[in-house]
């Protein structure tokens, strides 16, 4: 579990890396300042927090999961990514040593691998070896004193080929900084584990993993895998340093599988969970609709593990018969097994182990069912010009809602046929173009379906956004928040990006990495402080005077006697602000000020300076039932106050 101190955790360390802290507090508002006026009516509740506000969107888009938060290293494991050549794998062979490899159509470990790579050796001795090398995802993450865990499938022509020597190697070096023997080979397909030990070596992410026989003969690999230490040791898990920086965030939610991700380009490369649960051998993986190929080792139980781990609900999306390219099936009996399908897919989810696809699950695995209250129907279907939606949400709204009445359906476009529980609404914008919509929903019917910001994000920077996208996101926020009792959810989107030439597809992501270190964007660190601070009320507040690029909301968390002020100043001139808390009658003499701050709107942070803008914590005297303080240009601002 991630405490309300989470920022406070990050910020100490970050801070002797970043920003100095500018004292304003209670200094005297710099010359030619106009002092706004903050009226807080401390316990007079407008409206109720939704507890699910912040949470997560992801889908495989960026190499956010293969290459990204699945943990998995080796890239084209089962030799599916080019149906024509074995990409990002390429023959090595020692002086002396004599080798060819090619796709081999004809064999496989199982009906959905079969695909090989096979190894023909001509010439090679236990001094001149010949076999493979894979380059990984722009590199292996090598660190000192880890252990990782490999495994392959693979077969021999005849026995005296192996054993298979397994190595991680220095790409500039050529230094083996961990290496492993698996004994000899038999002549039918057979699944091999091994585990790799690196020593004091230095960490590095210029690695590469090689497979190497010492005798002529020929091998066929599938299923290479090898996987660092993964969080909360998941077998099969995600990536540790991701992971704790998702989990800062304290997101309430996870939308899965994805957004596009769920609908493929074309109907036979949608999410189809069944193909995606069980044993690694028996998932054939699929085409992505981002120009490469998921191997689906994050498959659905994945994503459900994931939720759990990090204490977030999951909002299951279910494909409802659109995809990309503009293919759909029309509502009726063809729909049919895809709402069949969807009332299975629930059942994994949700069902006890007593029934049919719980059991499948506990096989999996999991016996232990997943808690779910949001379905969302399908993803973006504003883009079917068939007009065939409505028909089609009507008929999937019927079907769950006859099995599962609890459940809320979430709707991704206005529809007639039924009332949706939620719609998603979905957000793209420019910096300024936020700032001139923080009333969106200050005048959305509260008697209406709620509202679910599925997707949303300032378009600023790349691969990650700049500061000025996050002045445009933090102001964005505070509209959500003043608004909280009918936009319930929210999720930022994209949410990761591997930073590597080639490995992003989309412009502006919030958290960029790569094979080796990750970081988070200004953006990110504004999730964070707003999702650390969102209390459970919307207090009755009015502000005046402040400069037409001053933002604000605030919340009080009843359970804990908190008041959590946050204010956003995106101009280029400081604000003063006097802070009046009207109705308190106990309030503590020191309240904490949680700043984010850049000296320009264009800075940001980089896999290369990770922590040039990063929180900065520090306090600020009460008088009575009165704060004054003034915010710096160009900063995220959250005010803790002890109140009552």
Same mark, same amino acid.
């Given at each position: 579990?991630?405490?309300?101190?989470?920022?406070?955790?990050?910020?100490?360390?970050?801070?002797?890396?970043?920003?100095?802290?500018?004292?304003?507090?209670?200094?005297?508002?710099?010359?030619?300042?106009?002092?706004?006026?903050?009226?807080?009516?401390?316990?007079?509740?407008?409206?109720?927090?939704?507890?699910?506000?912040?949470?997560?969107?992801?889908?495989?888009? @960026?190499?956010?999961?293969?290459?990204?938060?699945?943990?998995?290293?080796?890239?084209?494991?089962?030799?599916?990514?080019?149906?024509?050549?074995?990409?990002?794998?390429?023959?090595?062979?020692?002086?002396?040593?004599?080798?060819?490899?090619?796709?081999?159509?004809?064999?496989?470990?199982?009906?959905?691998?079969?695909?090989?790579?096979?190894?023909?050796?001509?010439?090679?001795?236990?001094?001149?070896?010949?076999?493979?090398?894979?380059?990984?995802?722009?590199?292996?993450?090598?660190?000192?004193?880890?252990?990782?865990?490999?495994?392959?499938?693979?077969?021999?022509?005849?026995?005296?080929?192996?054993?298979?020597?397994?190595?991680?190697? @220095?790409?500039?070096?050529?230094?083996?900084?961990?290496?492993?023997?698996?004994?000899?080979?038999?002549?039918?397909?057979?699944?091999?584990?091994?585990?790799?030990?690196?020593?004091?070596?230095?960490?590095?992410?210029?690695?590469?993993?090689?497979?190497?026989?010492?005798?002529?003969?020929?091998?066929?690999?599938?299923?290479?895998?090898?996987?660092?230490?993964?969080?909360?040791?998941?077998?099969?898990?995600?990536?540790?340093?991701?992971?704790?920086?998702?989990?800062?965030?304290?997101?309430?939610?996870?939308?899965?599988?994805?957004?596009?991700?769920?609908?493929?380009?074309?109907?036979?490369?949608?999410?189809?969970?069944?193909?995606?649960?069980?044993?690694?051998?028996?998932?054939?993986?699929?085409?992505?609709?981002?120009?490469?190929?998921?191997?689906?080792?994050?498959?659905?139980?994945?994503?459900?593990?994931?939720?759990?781990?990090?204490?977030?609900?999951?909002?299951?999306?279910?494909?409802?018969?659109?995809?990309?390219?503009?293919?759909?099936?029309?509502?009726?009996?063809?729909?049919?097994?895809?709402?069949?399908?969807?009332?299975?897919?629930?059942?994994?989810?949700?069902?006890?182990?007593?029934?049919?696809?719980?059991?499948?699950?506990?096989?999996?695995?999991?016996?232990?069912?997943?808690?779910?209250?949001?379905?969302?129907?399908?993803?973006?279907?504003?883009?079917?010009?068939?007009?065939?939606?409505?028909?089609?949400?009507?008929?999937?709204?019927?079907?769950?809602?006859?099995?599962?009445?609890?459940?809320?359906?979430?709707?991704?476009?206005?529809?007639?046929?039924?009332?949706?529980?939620?719609?998603?609404?979905?957000?793209?914008?420019?910096?300024?173009?936020?700032?001139?919509?923080?009333?969106?929903?200050? $005048?959305?019917?509260?008697?209406?379906?709620?509202?679910?910001?599925?997707?949303?994000?300032?378009?600023?920077? /790349?691969?990650?956004?700049?500061?000025?996208?996050?002045?445009?996101?933090?102001?964005?926020?505070?509209?959500?928040?003043?608004?909280?009792?009918?936009?319930?959810?929210?999720?930022?989107?994209?949410?990761?990006?591997?930073?590597?030439?080639?490995?992003?597809?989309?412009?502006?992501?919030?958290?960029?990495?790569?094979?080796?270190?990750?970081?988070?964007?200004?953006?990110?660190?504004?999730?964070?402080?707003?999702?650390?601070?969102?209390?459970?009320?919307?207090?009755?507040?009015?502000?005046?005077?402040?400069?037409?690029?001053?933002?604000?909301?605030?919340?009080?968390?009843?359970?804990?006697?908190?008041?959590?002020?946050?204010?956003?100043?995106?101009?280029?001139?400081?604000?003063?602000?006097?802070?009046?808390?009207?109705?308190?009658?106990?309030?503590?003499?020191?309240?904490?000020?949680?700043?984010?701050?850049? $000296?320009?709107?264009?800075?940001?942070?980089?896999?290369?300076?990770?922590?040039?803008?990063?929180?900065?914590?520090?306090?600020?005297?009460?008088?009575?039932?009165?704060?004054?303080?003034?915010?710096?240009?160009? /900063?995220?601002?959250?005010?803790?106050?002890?109140? $009552?």
């Amino acid at each position: 579990m991630v405490l309300r101190s989470s920022v406070a955790r990050i910020v100490p360390i970050l801070a002797l890396f970043s920003l100095t802290l500018r004292a304003y507090g209670q200094e005297q508002a710099p010359q030619g300042t106009a002092t706004a006026l903050l009226e807080v009516q401390v316990g007079k509740s407008t409206a109720k927090v939704s507890p699910m506000l912040y949470g997560l969107m992801t889908e495989e888009i @960026n190499h956010s999961y293969d290459g990204g938060l699945y943990a998995e290293l080796v890239r084209n494991r089962t030799f599916q990514d080019d149906s024509n050549k074995p990409v990002f794998w390429t023959v090595v062979q020692s002086s002396g040593a004599r080798a060819s490899i090619a796709l081999d159509k004809s064999t496989g470990p199982s009906e959905a691998l079969p695909v090989s790579l096979k190894l023909d050796v001509q010439k090679a001795d236990d001094t001149h070896l010949a076999g493979v090398e894979n380059e990984g995802y722009w590199g292996f993450g090598v660190r000192p004193n880890t252990t990782y865990r490999g495994s392959f499938y693979a077969k021999a022509g005849n026995e005296a080929t192996g054993p298979v020597t397994v190595t991680l190697v @220095n790409d500039y070096s050529g230094e083996r900084t961990a290496s492993t023997t698996v004994p000899a080979l038999g002549g039918d397909w057979k699944q091999y584990s091994f585990e790799l030990k690196t020593s004091d070596v230095q960490s590095s992410s210029a690695n590469h993993l090689m497979l190497e026989v010492g005798h002529p003969g020929t091998v066929w690999f599938s299923l290479v895998s090898l996987l660092p230490p993964t969080y909360d040791d998941r077998p099969n898990g995600n990536r540790i340093d991701l992971m704790q920086k998702l989990a800062a965030m304290r997101p309430a939610f996870l939308r899965l599988p994805g957004g596009n991700y769920l609908e493929g380009n074309h109907i036979d490369e949608r999410f189809e969970w069944k193909k995606t649960i069980g044993p690694l051998v028996g998932r054939p993986g699929h085409e992505g609709p981002w120009s490469y190929r998921s191997s689906d080792g994050m498959g659905l139980l994945e994503f459900l593990e994931w939720c759990e781990d990090l204490h977030m609900d999951p909002v299951l999306a279910v494909y409802a018969g659109y995809s990309l390219r503009g293919e759909h099936i029309d509502p009726g009996p063809q729909l049919q097994p895809f709402v069949e399908s969807a009332l299975e897919e629930i059942e994994y989810v949700s069902g006890g182990a007593d029934t049919k696809w719980g059991a499948v699950r506990a096989r999996n695995g999991h016996p232990k069912a997943f808690p779910l209250t949001y379905i969302e129907v399908g993803n973006e279907d504003w883009f079917d010009k068939s007009g065939s939606y409505d028909g089609r949400f009507a008929q999937f709204y019927d079907a769950i809602k006859k099995k599962y009445p609890k459940l809320q359906l979430i709707a991704t476009t206005p529809v007639k046929s039924r009332t949706p529980d939620v719609i998603d609404d979905h957000f793209y914008k420019r910096a300024d173009q936020f700032f001139d919509d923080t009333h969106h929903y200050d $005048k959305t019917s509260r008697t209406g379906p709620k509202i679910f910001v599925g997707e949303w994000a300032t378009m600023e920077g /790349s691969p990650t956004p700049d500061f000025n996208a996050a002045l445009g996101d933090a102001a964005w926020m505070t509209g959500m928040e003043r608004n909280s009792d009918v936009v319930i959810m929210s999720s930022y989107a994209p949410l990761l990006a591997n930073v590597n030439p080639g490995g992003w597809q989309w412009r502006t992501n919030l958290i960029g990495y790569d094979a080796l270190n990750s970081y988070g964007s200004p953006s990110y660190y504004a999730q964070v402080m707003f999702g650390t601070h969102i209390g459970d009320q919307v207090v009755a507040s009015k502000l005046e005077g402040a400069g037409p690029r001053v933002f604000y909301s605030a919340t009080q968390d009843s359970a804990k006697g908190r008041l959590d002020l946050k204010v956003v100043n995106a101009s280029s001139t400081p604000q003063a602000m006097d802070i009046s808390l009207q109705g308190a009658s106990n309030v503590g003499s020191t309240a904490t000020l949680i700043s984010l701050s850049a $000296k320009s709107p264009r800075d940001t942070n980089s896999i290369t300076e990770p922590t040039k803008i990063v929180p900065v914590e520090s306090s600020v005297q009460v008088m009575g039932t009165h704060l004054k303080q003034t915010f710096a240009p160009y /900063s995220i601002n959250v005010i803790e106050l002890p109140v $009552k």
